[in-house]
């Protein structure tokens, strides 16, 4: 069985730093390519960066180019978000997911799984 688990949301202070994980299981990890998604309330879920299998890292979200990056641990099956220089307009869930064919992409049917998501709250 396959799974996600995203972890280390919660409430930040702007400008403050959160790093969020993505942990699989029951997926040939190192093959996978993970994306980093987020939803806020009545608004549609975004593609933000992915991380390839090959370890390459794409943004899909100028917002987040140069606050966001996606550092990966294969050892661990592990994907991080690291945000830094939070904003408000950051407040959100954020969705990890894994595409089987390696190389992730922007829109979410390209992924095969999910994870539950974590809330992220970026207020003072």
């Known amino acids: 069985q396959v799974q996600l688990v995203e972890s280390g949301g919660g409430l930040v202070q702007p400008g403050g730093s959160l790093t969020l994980s993505c942990t699989a299981s029951g997926l040939p990890f190192d093959d996978y390519a993970i994306g980093w998604f987020r939803q806020a309330p009545g608004q549609e879920r975004e593609g933000l960066l992915c991380?390839?299998?090959?370890?390459?890292?794409?943004y899909y979200d100028d917002s987040v180019k140069g606050r966001f990056t996606i550092p990966r641990d294969n050892v661990k099956n592990t994907v991080y978000l690291q945000m830094n220089s939070l904003k408000p307009e950051d407040t959100a869930v954020y969705y990890c997911a894994a595409d089987a064919h390696g190389y992730g992409s922007r829109w979410h049917d390209q992924y095969d799984y999910w994870g539950q998501g974590t809330q992220v709250t970026v207020s003072s």
């Open positions: 991380i390839s299998s090959s370890e390459g890292s794409t």
